[in-house]
Protein backbone atom coordinates (compact mmCIF):
# COMPACT_ATOMS: atom_id res chain seq x y z
CA UNK A 1 0.00 0.00 0.00
CA UNK A 2 1.96 3.43 -0.89
CA UNK A 3 0.71 6.07 0.84
CA UNK A 4 1.44 10.03 0.69
CA UNK A 5 0.65 12.03 4.05
CA UNK A 6 0.57 16.00 4.29
CA UNK A 7 3.49 16.04 6.78
CA UNK A 8 3.42 20.00 6.88
CA UNK A 9 1.58 20.83 10.29
CA UNK A 10 4.31 18.73 12.36
CA UNK A 11 6.85 20.81 10.13
CA UNK A 12 7.86 23.43 12.89
CA UNK A 13 6.86 24.83 16.53
CA UNK A 14 4.01 21.26 16.32
CA UNK A 15 0.53 22.21 17.71
CA UNK A 16 -2.15 19.33 18.41
CA UNK A 17 -2.58 18.98 14.68
CA UNK A 18 1.03 18.73 13.97
CA UNK A 19 2.07 16.50 16.93
CA UNK A 20 -0.86 13.67 16.44
CA UNK A 21 0.50 13.88 12.46
CA UNK A 22 4.06 13.53 13.64
CA UNK A 23 2.87 10.50 16.33
CA UNK A 24 0.92 9.13 13.91
CA UNK A 25 3.69 8.54 10.76
CA UNK A 26 5.75 7.27 13.40
CA UNK A 27 3.33 4.63 14.60
CA UNK A 28 2.56 3.87 11.46
CA UNK A 29 5.88 3.03 10.16
CA UNK A 30 6.48 0.83 14.01
CA UNK A 31 3.15 -1.61 13.10
CA UNK A 32 3.69 -1.38 9.06
CA UNK A 33 7.20 -1.74 8.15
CA UNK A 34 7.79 -1.98 4.77
CA UNK A 35 9.26 -5.47 4.61
CA UNK A 36 6.52 -7.20 6.36
CA UNK A 37 5.07 -8.81 3.41
CA UNK A 38 1.57 -9.61 5.22
CA UNK A 39 0.35 -6.10 5.58
CA UNK A 40 3.49 -3.82 3.69
CA UNK A 41 3.22 -0.02 4.11
CA UNK A 42 5.17 2.12 1.96
CA UNK A 43 4.84 5.17 3.22
CA UNK A 44 5.69 9.05 1.71
CA UNK A 45 5.82 11.83 3.83
CA UNK A 46 5.32 15.37 1.88
CA UNK A 47 6.61 18.71 3.06
CA UNK A 48 6.43 22.13 1.06
CA UNK A 49 7.85 25.62 2.51
CA UNK A 50 10.35 27.99 1.24
CA UNK A 51 11.74 29.12 4.41
CA UNK A 52 11.21 25.47 6.67
CA UNK A 53 13.07 22.23 5.63
CA UNK A 54 11.80 18.65 6.38
CA UNK A 55 13.93 16.68 9.01
CA UNK A 56 12.99 13.02 8.82
CA UNK A 57 15.67 11.74 10.40
CA UNK A 58 13.37 10.07 13.68
CA UNK A 59 11.23 8.62 10.72
CA UNK A 60 13.14 5.89 9.39
CA UNK A 61 11.33 3.80 6.95
CA UNK A 62 9.26 6.61 4.85
CA UNK A 63 10.77 8.26 2.32
CA UNK A 64 10.78 11.83 2.29
CA UNK A 65 9.88 14.76 0.06
CA UNK A 66 10.87 18.57 0.41
CA UNK A 67 9.65 20.72 -2.31
CA UNK A 68 10.18 24.20 -2.24
CA UNK A 69 7.11 25.71 -2.48
CA UNK A 70 5.30 28.62 -0.15
CA UNK A 71 2.57 26.97 1.90
CA UNK A 72 0.73 29.58 0.86
CA UNK A 73 0.67 28.99 -2.79
CA UNK A 74 0.26 24.97 -2.62
CA UNK A 75 -2.49 25.90 -0.49
CA UNK A 76 -4.31 28.10 -2.75
CA UNK A 77 -3.32 26.05 -6.07
CA UNK A 78 -4.83 23.04 -4.12
CA UNK A 79 -8.01 23.84 -2.69
CA UNK A 80 -9.54 26.35 -5.15
CA UNK A 81 -8.23 24.37 -8.08
CA UNK A 82 -7.01 20.59 -7.34
CA UNK A 83 -3.65 21.18 -8.55
CA UNK A 84 -1.04 19.92 -8.89
CA UNK A 85 -2.08 15.95 -7.89
CA UNK A 86 0.42 14.11 -5.56
CA UNK A 87 2.00 12.15 -8.53
CA UNK A 88 3.01 15.60 -10.18
CA UNK A 89 4.59 17.25 -7.25
CA UNK A 90 6.47 13.47 -5.60
CA UNK A 91 7.30 12.07 -8.87
CA UNK A 92 5.68 8.76 -8.22
CA UNK A 93 2.03 7.21 -8.08
CA UNK A 94 -0.09 6.48 -4.53
CA UNK A 95 -2.74 4.35 -3.57
CA UNK A 96 -3.87 6.73 -0.87
CA UNK A 97 -3.54 10.82 -0.11
CA UNK A 98 -4.06 11.57 3.32
CA UNK A 99 -4.72 15.27 4.03
CA UNK A 100 -4.02 15.99 7.91
CA UNK A 101 -6.50 18.87 7.54
CA UNK A 102 -10.49 18.97 6.11
CA UNK A 103 -9.16 19.81 2.73
CA UNK A 104 -8.12 17.58 0.17
CA UNK A 105 -4.69 16.94 -0.73
CA UNK A 106 -5.64 16.20 -4.90
CA UNK A 107 -4.59 12.62 -6.75
CA UNK A 108 -5.24 11.57 -10.35
CA UNK A 109 -6.27 8.23 -9.14
CA UNK A 110 -5.09 7.63 -5.39
CA UNK A 111 -7.87 7.27 -2.61
CA UNK A 112 -8.49 10.43 -0.66
CA UNK A 113 -8.30 10.49 3.23
CA UNK A 114 -8.61 14.07 5.17
CA UNK A 115 -8.17 14.22 8.63
CA UNK A 116 -10.48 16.98 10.64
CA UNK A 117 -10.29 17.54 13.89
CA UNK A 118 -12.74 20.08 14.57
CA UNK A 119 -15.39 21.89 12.60
CA UNK A 120 -15.24 25.47 15.02
CA UNK A 121 -13.89 27.21 11.85
CA UNK A 122 -17.88 27.05 10.55
CA UNK A 123 -19.17 28.92 13.46
CA UNK A 124 -16.50 30.98 14.09
CA UNK A 125 -14.57 31.94 11.81
CA UNK A 126 -13.76 34.98 13.30
CA UNK A 127 -12.05 33.00 15.26
CA UNK A 128 -9.24 31.43 12.55
CA UNK A 129 -7.05 33.45 10.22
CA UNK A 130 -5.10 33.32 6.43
CA UNK A 131 -6.02 30.19 4.47
CA UNK A 132 -8.65 28.71 6.76
CA UNK A 133 -10.65 31.44 7.09
CA UNK A 134 -10.73 31.91 3.55
CA UNK A 135 -11.13 28.89 2.12
CA UNK A 136 -11.91 25.93 5.29
CA UNK A 137 -15.68 27.64 5.61
CA UNK A 138 -16.15 27.62 2.15
CA UNK A 139 -14.97 24.37 0.55
CA UNK A 140 -15.00 21.87 3.61
CA UNK A 141 -18.68 20.23 2.84
CA UNK A 142 -17.33 19.97 -0.81
CA UNK A 143 -14.12 18.46 0.10
CA UNK A 144 -15.82 15.85 2.85
CA UNK A 145 -17.89 14.41 0.12
CA UNK A 146 -15.48 13.69 -2.34
CA UNK A 147 -13.22 12.04 0.26
CA UNK A 148 -12.93 8.48 0.19
CA UNK A 149 -12.86 8.34 4.17
CA UNK A 150 -12.51 10.86 6.70
CA UNK A 151 -10.72 10.78 9.98
CA UNK A 152 -11.31 12.44 12.93
CA UNK A 153 -10.15 12.13 16.84
CA UNK A 154 -12.94 12.08 19.26
CA UNK A 155 -17.09 11.23 18.87
CA UNK A 156 -17.61 14.73 19.34
CA UNK A 157 -15.91 15.85 16.09
CA UNK A 158 -17.78 12.34 14.45
CA UNK A 159 -20.81 13.72 15.42
CA UNK A 160 -20.36 17.53 14.05
CA UNK A 161 -18.94 16.00 10.53
CA UNK A 162 -22.15 13.77 10.15
CA UNK A 163 -24.46 16.88 11.69
CA UNK A 164 -23.07 19.71 9.92
CA UNK A 165 -21.53 18.23 6.42
CA UNK A 166 -24.19 15.77 6.09
CA UNK A 167 -21.49 12.81 5.50
CA UNK A 168 -22.70 9.10 6.22
CA UNK A 169 -21.25 7.52 9.40
CA UNK A 170 -19.97 4.97 7.68
CA UNK A 171 -17.47 7.24 5.76
CA UNK A 172 -15.97 8.40 9.41
CA UNK A 173 -13.71 6.94 11.38
CA UNK A 174 -12.73 7.48 14.96
CA UNK A 175 -8.69 7.32 15.44
CA UNK A 176 -8.31 8.71 18.53
CA UNK A 177 -4.12 9.56 19.20
CA UNK A 178 -2.20 7.68 21.89
CA UNK A 179 -1.08 8.68 25.08
CA UNK A 180 2.69 9.99 24.99
CA UNK A 181 5.25 7.26 26.47
CA UNK A 182 5.65 9.35 29.56
CA UNK A 183 5.95 7.13 33.02
CA UNK A 184 3.93 8.82 35.41
CA UNK A 185 5.65 11.16 37.81
CA UNK A 186 6.77 10.24 41.44
CA UNK A 187 5.05 13.29 43.43
CA UNK A 188 3.35 16.56 42.71
CA UNK A 189 5.36 19.77 43.14
CA UNK A 190 3.83 21.43 46.33
CA UNK A 191 5.37 24.82 44.75
CA UNK A 192 4.06 24.09 40.99
CA UNK A 193 2.15 26.23 38.96
CA UNK A 194 -0.92 26.40 37.05
CA UNK A 195 -0.37 25.52 33.56
CA UNK A 196 -1.41 26.30 30.15
CA UNK A 197 -0.06 24.38 27.39
CA UNK A 198 -2.03 25.95 23.65
CA UNK A 199 -1.48 27.72 20.53
CA UNK A 200 -2.59 31.65 22.08
CA UNK A 201 -5.44 31.61 19.65
CA UNK A 202 -8.82 33.35 20.10
CA UNK A 203 -10.41 30.06 20.38
CA UNK A 204 -8.12 28.40 23.34
CA UNK A 205 -9.94 31.42 25.30
CA UNK A 206 -7.13 32.90 27.18
CA UNK A 207 -9.01 36.13 27.57
CA UNK A 208 -11.17 34.17 29.49
CA UNK A 209 -8.24 32.20 31.75
CA UNK A 210 -7.25 35.77 32.41
CA UNK A 211 -10.19 37.32 33.65
CA UNK A 212 -10.65 33.99 36.08
CA UNK A 213 -7.15 33.76 37.00
CA UNK A 214 -7.57 38.20 38.08
CA UNK A 215 -10.78 37.30 40.10
CA UNK A 216 -9.17 34.07 41.70
CA UNK A 217 -5.97 36.96 42.63
CA UNK A 218 -9.00 39.19 43.70
CA UNK A 219 -10.56 36.45 45.54
CA UNK A 220 -7.46 35.14 47.52
CA UNK A 221 -6.04 38.31 48.25
CA UNK A 222 -8.83 38.79 50.32
CA UNK A 223 -8.42 35.57 52.33
CA UNK A 224 -5.00 36.57 52.52
CA UNK A 225 -4.03 33.23 50.60
CA UNK A 226 -1.25 32.82 48.26
CA UNK A 227 -1.97 32.22 44.58
CA UNK A 228 0.26 29.56 42.19
CA UNK A 229 2.04 31.47 39.70
CA UNK A 230 -0.17 30.63 35.92
CA UNK A 231 2.01 29.49 33.08
CA UNK A 232 1.48 30.23 29.87
CA UNK A 233 3.23 27.91 27.15
CA UNK A 234 2.38 28.17 22.92
CA UNK A 235 3.11 29.65 19.98
CA UNK A 236 1.55 33.47 20.35
CA UNK A 237 -0.92 34.17 17.28
CA UNK A 238 -1.50 37.87 16.12
CA UNK A 239 -4.46 38.13 18.26
CA UNK A 240 -1.99 37.86 21.31
CA UNK A 241 -0.71 40.97 21.71
CA UNK A 242 -3.81 42.08 24.31
CA UNK A 243 -3.57 38.72 26.58
CA UNK A 244 0.52 39.43 26.39
CA UNK A 245 -0.05 43.06 27.48
CA UNK A 246 -2.22 42.28 30.36
CA UNK A 247 0.70 39.75 31.85
CA UNK A 248 3.01 43.16 31.94
CA UNK A 249 -0.07 44.75 34.01
CA UNK A 250 -1.13 44.76 37.54
CA UNK A 251 -2.81 42.84 38.83
CA UNK A 252 -1.28 39.75 36.40
CA UNK A 253 2.20 41.13 36.48
CA UNK A 254 4.76 38.73 38.54
CA UNK A 255 2.11 36.32 39.10
CA UNK A 256 1.51 34.80 35.55
CA UNK A 257 3.75 34.86 32.55
CA UNK A 258 4.09 33.38 29.21
CA UNK A 259 7.04 31.69 28.04
CA UNK A 260 6.87 30.80 24.46
CA UNK A 261 6.66 27.87 22.22
CA UNK A 262 7.89 24.90 24.12
CA UNK A 263 9.15 21.77 21.90
CA UNK A 264 8.49 18.21 22.73
CA UNK A 265 11.80 17.25 24.07
CA UNK A 266 11.07 20.24 26.97
CA UNK A 267 7.27 19.78 27.41
CA UNK A 268 7.43 16.52 29.60
CA UNK A 269 9.86 18.59 31.81
CA UNK A 270 7.06 21.29 31.83
CA UNK A 271 4.20 19.30 32.62
CA UNK A 272 5.90 17.65 35.87
CA UNK A 273 6.75 21.03 37.61
CA UNK A 274 2.71 22.02 37.42
CA UNK A 275 0.46 21.53 40.31
CA UNK A 276 -2.51 21.38 37.31
CA UNK A 277 -2.97 21.72 33.86
CA UNK A 278 -5.79 23.97 32.86
CA UNK A 279 -7.46 24.32 29.23
CA UNK A 280 -10.98 26.70 29.13
CA UNK A 281 -11.66 26.10 25.16
CA UNK A 282 -14.67 27.15 23.60
CA UNK A 283 -13.58 23.82 21.27
CA UNK A 284 -11.67 21.44 21.01
CA UNK A 285 -11.57 18.15 18.36
CA UNK A 286 -9.66 16.14 20.75
CA UNK A 287 -7.38 18.47 23.09
CA UNK A 288 -3.88 16.96 23.70
CA UNK A 289 -2.52 18.28 26.65
CA UNK A 290 -5.49 16.76 28.73
CA UNK A 291 -4.47 13.38 27.52
CA UNK A 292 -0.72 14.70 28.23
CA UNK A 293 -1.51 15.66 31.68
CA UNK A 294 -3.02 12.38 32.89
CA UNK A 295 -0.26 10.67 31.54
CA UNK A 296 1.94 12.03 34.04
CA UNK A 297 -0.92 12.34 36.87
CA UNK A 298 -0.84 16.46 36.23
CA UNK A 299 -4.94 17.17 37.59
CA UNK A 300 -6.63 18.86 34.71
CA UNK A 301 -9.44 21.44 34.74
CA UNK A 302 -11.07 21.55 31.28
CA UNK A 303 -13.42 23.08 29.53
CA UNK A 304 -17.46 21.19 29.42
CA UNK A 305 -17.46 22.05 25.40
CA UNK A 306 -16.22 20.26 22.38
CA UNK A 307 -14.11 16.72 22.85
CA UNK A 308 -12.56 17.79 26.14
CA UNK A 309 -15.55 16.28 28.60
CA UNK A 310 -15.11 12.91 26.23
CA UNK A 311 -11.19 12.91 26.71
CA UNK A 312 -11.17 14.03 30.26
CA UNK A 313 -14.06 12.31 31.63
CA UNK A 314 -14.21 12.35 35.33
CA UNK A 315 -10.96 12.64 35.72
CA UNK A 316 -11.10 16.21 36.85
CA UNK A 317 -12.78 19.30 36.95
CA UNK A 318 -15.37 20.22 33.91
CA UNK A 319 -16.35 24.21 33.96
CA UNK A 320 -18.30 26.61 31.56
CA UNK A 321 -15.51 28.61 29.51
CA UNK A 322 -17.82 31.81 29.06
CA UNK A 323 -17.95 32.05 33.23
CA UNK A 324 -14.64 33.23 34.45
CA UNK A 325 -15.96 32.83 38.01
CA UNK A 326 -16.62 28.82 37.32
CA UNK A 327 -13.17 28.44 35.76
CA UNK A 328 -11.49 30.49 38.70
CA UNK A 329 -13.65 28.05 41.64
CA UNK A 330 -12.32 24.88 39.82
CA UNK A 331 -8.60 26.15 39.85
CA UNK A 332 -8.82 26.88 43.28
CA UNK A 333 -10.47 23.70 44.35
CA UNK A 334 -8.18 21.18 42.90
CA UNK A 335 -5.13 23.64 43.89
CA UNK A 336 -6.07 23.58 47.51
CA UNK A 337 -7.97 20.00 47.91
CA UNK A 338 -5.31 17.64 48.08
CA UNK A 339 -7.63 14.79 48.73
CA UNK A 340 -9.48 15.44 45.35
CA UNK A 341 -6.29 16.53 43.36
CA UNK A 342 -4.83 13.18 44.52
CA UNK A 343 -8.14 11.45 43.26
CA UNK A 344 -7.93 12.92 40.22
CA UNK A 345 -4.24 11.48 39.46
CA UNK A 346 -5.71 8.18 40.05
CA UNK A 347 -8.55 8.59 37.82
CA UNK A 348 -6.41 10.16 34.79
CA UNK A 349 -3.52 7.74 34.94
CA UNK A 350 -5.85 4.81 34.44
CA UNK A 351 -8.44 7.09 32.14
CA UNK A 352 -4.38 7.80 29.77
CA UNK A 353 -3.85 3.75 29.27
CA UNK A 354 -6.89 3.70 27.23
CA UNK A 355 -5.03 5.67 24.58
CA UNK A 356 -2.42 3.87 22.54
CA UNK A 357 -0.71 4.77 18.97
CA UNK A 358 -0.62 1.15 18.14
CA UNK A 359 -4.26 0.83 18.31
CA UNK A 360 -4.52 3.84 16.36
CA UNK A 361 -1.97 2.88 13.16
CA UNK A 362 -4.31 -0.12 13.06
CA UNK A 363 -7.65 1.80 12.59
CA UNK A 364 -5.91 4.42 10.47
CA UNK A 365 -4.37 2.01 8.65
CA UNK A 366 -7.88 -0.10 7.87
CA UNK A 367 -9.56 3.33 7.14
CA UNK A 368 -6.87 3.30 4.14
CA UNK A 369 -7.65 0.03 3.20
CA UNK A 370 -11.86 0.75 3.32
CA UNK A 371 -10.71 4.31 1.14
CA UNK A 372 -8.80 1.88 -1.85
CA UNK A 373 -11.93 -0.18 -1.50
CA UNK A 374 -14.32 2.92 -2.00
CA UNK A 375 -12.60 4.53 -4.90
CA UNK A 376 -12.35 0.89 -6.87
CA UNK A 377 -16.05 0.35 -6.30
CA UNK A 378 -16.68 3.78 -7.93
CA UNK A 379 -14.39 4.01 -10.58
CA UNK A 380 -16.18 0.42 -11.78
Partial sequence: MRVLIDYRPALRERSGVGEYTHELVKALLAAFPARDAARPLDLTV???????????????????????????????????????????????????????????????????????????????????????????????????????????????????????????????AICAPGAPDWTPRATAPSDGYVLFLGTLEPRKNVGGLLDAYELLLKRRADAGRHVPELVLAGRATGEARAWLD?????????????????????????????????????????????????????????????????????????????????????????????????TCTAKGLARARDFRWSRTAQQVYDVYQQAIEHRRCASA
Avoid: C
Wanted: aromatic share 6%; glycine share 6%.
Fill in 246 to 342: RLERPPLKGVARYIGYVDSEKRRALYEGARLVVQPSFEEGFGMPVLEAMTLGVPVVAADRGSLPEVLGDAGLLVDPEQPSSIAAAITRVATDRAFAA
Fill in 46 to 172: FSSSWRDRLDASDLAGATAIDRRVPVHVLNLLWHRFGWPPAETLAGRAFDVTHSSHPLLLPARAAAHVVTIHDLHFLAHPERTRAEIRRDYPALVRAHAHRADRIIVSSAFAAGEVERRLEVPRERI
